[in-house]
């Protein structure tokens, strides 16, 4: 076992509790419904800002539920409901280029869903054509997208690259039969390994794989085969999430029977197999979740303390302005977040009435930005200088997080973290439980604007 990353049990008990995830601070339950001249506002704003364009394009459609998703989707066989939607797309992003946001470049696309390769080869040259048609594109832009091996063809992965796609994400989740029987999510070694292999021919760049702890009928000697058949397809970078069983809030999580589901004590013990075998194979802990090989752009990334955290998870591109196009799609600026409608038809009437179609959002308060750039730091860099506070602020770290720096002392003395005269350093303990850190520095988990929804576990 990797020590540096094994925690022990009375740390386990105090600090294993629901919390964010932090992909977003002030996190999505506590923002507020927005209206069209807030909206039309805000992108009046976004026009003026220097900084380069991350798209984000949310393709709900998928023709079977696997039963663990938490993502918003649409189930269907009519592939005409996916064309209209497109249609709607470029409208969405024909009235977003009216606010003057041609002159800003695009340094990032991601195609996530649902199943984005739902769609036909013609609706991906129709949607980057109009990216091409309304902006230009930086040098190295990443074009990313969500594939599911089990429905993506070999003339589809080509048409992908020869449109300049260039990274690729496989969601697998676990390769043991029974796991996949009971998540409805089918997919053999054999098929992920020929289209990875065939990424790899036609020129992507990057191959991320998604695993998930926490399924039913997973063991602690299942995952193992499973972790080591993962490290065998040799992706740069892994993901490897934590199963939130909601059913109150995702009713067809109700199929996966509560007693299938492995204990706390197996969770955990995955969990810290998971870090070591990939750490022993050459792969840097990025945090959290997530993993990458040390040439990768994340550790990179990392490394330079250029690394950030959004709904994507952690990403090498900072410094951008995030639009979401879609249904359910999240935008991301220094000054507010936005997020689309939800329902297909609410979305398809706000575009048609007037082409803005957020429905909730936040404009950020200084306060909020603050707290924002620190939780940041901590979950991203794992360090936080004062004198950089300092010069982005024009304030005194150790004055204005007073009684949060107070509030630390437990989490030194436990090793999780070194507060030093000017800066904060996590350690490796606190890498794994770095969320419990960044809770302590939430203005939202007390108080009347508590969010009432229920978090995951933050191990």
């Not at 990313?144 to 496989?170: K, W, Y």
């Not at 039913?216 to 490897?240: C, F, G, W, Y």
């Not at 990025?286 to 990768?296: E, L, R, V, W, Y």
Request: charged content about 20%.
């Amino acid at each position: 076992m990797n020590h540096d990353y094994q925690i022990p049990d009375r740390l386990i008990q105090k600090y294993n509790v629901n919390g964010p995830r932090y992909t977003s601070y002030p996190t999505a339950p506590v923002w507020g419904p927005v209206d069209s001249q807030t909206q039309h506002g805000w992108f009046l704003e976004l026009a003026k800002s220097p900084r380069p364009l991350s798209l984000y394009f949310h393709i709900p459609f998928c023709q079977e539920r696997c039963s663990y998703c938490g993502c918003n989707t649409m189930i269907t066989q009519n592939h005409g409901k996916a064309t209209e939607y497109v249609t709607y797309l470029l409208k969405e992003l024909d009235h977003l280029a009216s606010y003057g946001l041609g002159h800003k470049q695009v340094r990032q696309i991601h195609f996530g869903g649902g199943t984005p390769t739902f769609l036909k080869d013609e609706e991906f040259g129709q949607i980057l054509g109009k990216v091409r048609e309304l902006f230009s594109f930086e040098p190295n832009a990443e074009l990313a997208i969500e594939v599911d091996p089990c429905s993506t063809h070999e003339g589809q992965m080509e048409m992908l690259a020869a449109l300049g796609f260039n990274r690729l994400s496989l969601g697998l989740q676990d390769f043991n039969p029974k796991v996949q029987q009971a998540v409805n999510r089918i997919q053999s070694l054999e098929i992920t390994k020929k289209h990875i292999d065939l990424a790899r021919t036609l020129g992507f760049s990057g191959v991320n794989l998604d695993l998930m702890y926490g399924l039913p009928h997973q063991t602690l000697e299942t995952m193992k085969v499973t972790l080591d058949q993962v490290i065998s397809l040799n992706p740069d970078r892994l993901a490897l999430y934590n199963f939130a069983y909601l059913p109150e809030q995702l009713p067809h999580q109700k199929l996966i029977h509560p007693e299938d589901l492995p204990d706390e004590k197996t969770k955990l013990a995955i969990f810290f197999e998971a870090i070591q075998r990939f750490t022993q194979a050459g792969y840097e802990y990025i945090g959290m979740d997530h993993f990458a090989k040390s040439t990768d752009e994340l550790s990179v990334a990392q490394k330079s303390r250029q690394l950030y955290r959004n709904f994507m998870g952690y990403s090498p591109k900072s410094g951008v302005d995030l639009v979401g196009v879609g249904i359910t799609s999240i935008g991301e600026t220094e000054t507010y977040f936005l997020q689309n409608e939800k329902s297909l038809p609410e979305y398809q009437k706000a575009i048609a009435t007037s082409g803005l179609a957020g429905k909730r959002g936040i404009q950020l308060s200084l306060d909020d930005r603050i707290r924002k750039w620190t939780i940041i730091r901590l979950i991203c860099h794992f360090y936080l200088d004062f004198e950089e506070f300092a010069q982005a602020f024009g304030q005194d770290f150790p004055t204005y997080f007073k009684t949060e720096l107070d509030g630390l002392g437990d989490m030194v003395e436990e090793g999780l973290l070194e507060l030093g005269a000017g800066h904060i350093q996590v350690k490796p303990w606190g890498k794994i439980l770095v969320r419990n850190i960044c809770m302590r520095f939430d203005a939202y988990l007390t108080g009347k604007e508590a969010p009432k929804v229920k978090f995951s576990k933050t191990i």
